[in-house]
């Protein structure tokens, strides 16, 4: 069902009416609503992926990098994946109604917490077109509308999931203007979004680092800030050399182009000799550039030497920064002048130096002994997600659908005065 040509404003007053709607639907009828979006994108595949190709030869003519292009793109299998992660989403936990607190005041006044919807969720984001769904998805089970502006590269592609996705809710007698592009206004239609306060009651930006700041310092709408991945593996003196060969190599290649691949490793220098030859050859063979350090680069003859800016760089492709550190706190210095906490690992057999790691490294997710691709919704059992934030209100890491709802007080007496 096509989104009609009105102003982007008018579009999100529309979400505004249709969020007071969603926001009563039973838990049944929301993971309905969902599974009917799974089947809809499943019959509408080959559209959504012609509908891609002209954004990929778009975005090819366009000079889009290889990292890009690879998130920009939709096959016959991400589609289904796009389909099965709806379905996912729709056998998770009801997040609304959920008593959060409760008690009876002196005055005999029974009060509860309870989790409702925000009402409009908006969403900023380029060349992502999983996003236009997992949102929406995500947005609908928790009772929310939803407006995208989903960037021009993805533009078709984000169409034709649009249409299918409003279709399906239409088929299913739930409004679909719930769910609200304003792609088609370009970049007029994200000024819109951005200023749209008192219609959208909570906007998300995922992309590049530029759009992140681009939106939080230019919008008038709350803002949870999902930040760019600078992601970060120490390999302490005594990690094991199958542990941190396996991991490294996951965590930067199994897709390289997401936000929590890694981007720099730090090895402990009593450890380089032992480490760094085995793990550069492992990573050489998968078709990773090391920009390495002095010291890395002493022991791999491949590396290209690293210069300042590589240490602040988030890659999103088979480039990794290599560093030699004296020991664990010139590591956490290190983390703590150059991450944009989102996600840090260190690879150690030591627990005091695995708790210390744990405990200080102030990012979203801090692990041990993990690949930092973990850092997912999907992962954690979130299902899908909206994003994953780097800030410290409201939501903290993979945000999943108790992040999508506020709460309101509600309060019960039976005639009761305050004195």
Same mark, same amino acid.
């Given at each position: 069902?096509?989104?009609? $040509?009105?102003?982007?404003?008018? =579009? ?128 609908? #089970? ?6 995208? =502006? ?17 279709? $399906? ?5 739930i409004d679909p ?7 088609d206004f370009g =970049? ?80 402990? #220098? ?30 791999? $003859? ?90 410290k209100l409201h939501? #903290? ?23």
């Amino acid at each position: 069902m096509t989104v009609t $040509a009105t102003t982007a404003r008018e =579009r999100m007053e529309r979400a505004k009416d249709a969020a007071r709607s969603v926001a009563l639907l039973s838990d049944a009828d929301k993971a309905r609503a969902l599974r009917a979006i799974a089947a809809a994108l499943e019959a509408s595949s080959a559209d959504i992926i012609a509908a891609n190709a002209d954004d990929l030869a778009r975005g090819t003519e366009n000079g889009l990098s290889a990292g890009l292009l690879d998130r920009l793109r939709l096959d016959e299998t991400r589609v289904a994946a796009l389909a099965r992660a709806v379905r996912d989403v729709a056998e998770l936990p009801d997040p609304v109604g959920r008593v959060l607190d409760e008690r009876t005041l002196p005055s005999g006044v029974h009060l509860q917490k309870v989790s409702v919807p925000f009402g409009v969720v908006g969403s900023i984001y380029e060349a992502r077109p999983n996003v236009t769904v997992d949102i929406a998805a995500l947005a609908l #089970r928790s009772g929310n509308a939803v407006v995208l =502006r989903g960037g021009t590269a993805a533009q078709s592609s984000n169409r034709a999931l649009v249409d299918a996705m409003r279709g $399906a809710l239409s088929d299913e007698g739930i409004d679909p203007e719930a769910i609200q592009t304003v792609d088609d206004f370009g =970049r007029e239609g994200a000024n819109a979004l951005m200023q749209a306060r008192g219609l959208v009651d909570v906007l998300v930006p995922r992309g590049s680092a530029e759009l992140i700041e681009t939106v939080v310092t230019q919008s008038s709408v709350p803002v949870i800030e999902t930040g760019a991945g600078v992601v970060h593996i120490v390999l302490d003196a005594s990690a094991p050399l199958e542990w941190a060969e396996d991991i490294v190599v996951n965590a930067k290649t199994q897709r390289p182009s997401v936000c929590n691949a890694v981007e720099t490793v730090l090895v402990v #220098r009593d450890a380089a000799e032992r480490l760094i030859p085995p793990v550069a050859a492992a990573l050489t063979d998968a078709g990773v550039t090391i920009h390495g350090d002095d010291a890395v680069r002493a022991l791999v $003859a491949a590396a290209v030497p690293a210069n300042d800016d590589d240490w602040a760089t988030e890659h999103m492709s088979l480039d990794l920064s290599m560093k030699v550190v004296d020991d664990l706190d010139e590591a956490l210095a290190h983390i703590r002048r150059f991450s944009t906490h989102h996600t840090e690992s260190i690879i150690t057999a030591d627990d005091a130096n695995a708790e210390r790691f744990l405990a200080e490294v102030d990012s979203a997710v801090v692990m041990a002994n993990a690949s930092t691709r973990f850092t997912d919704g999907g992962e954690f059992g979130f299902g899908a997600e909206v994003g994953i934030s780097t800030q410290k209100l409201h939501a #903290r890491g993979p945000m999943g659908l108790p992040e999508l709802t506020s709460t309101k007080w509600l309060a019960r007496g039976t005639g009761q005065i305050r004195g």
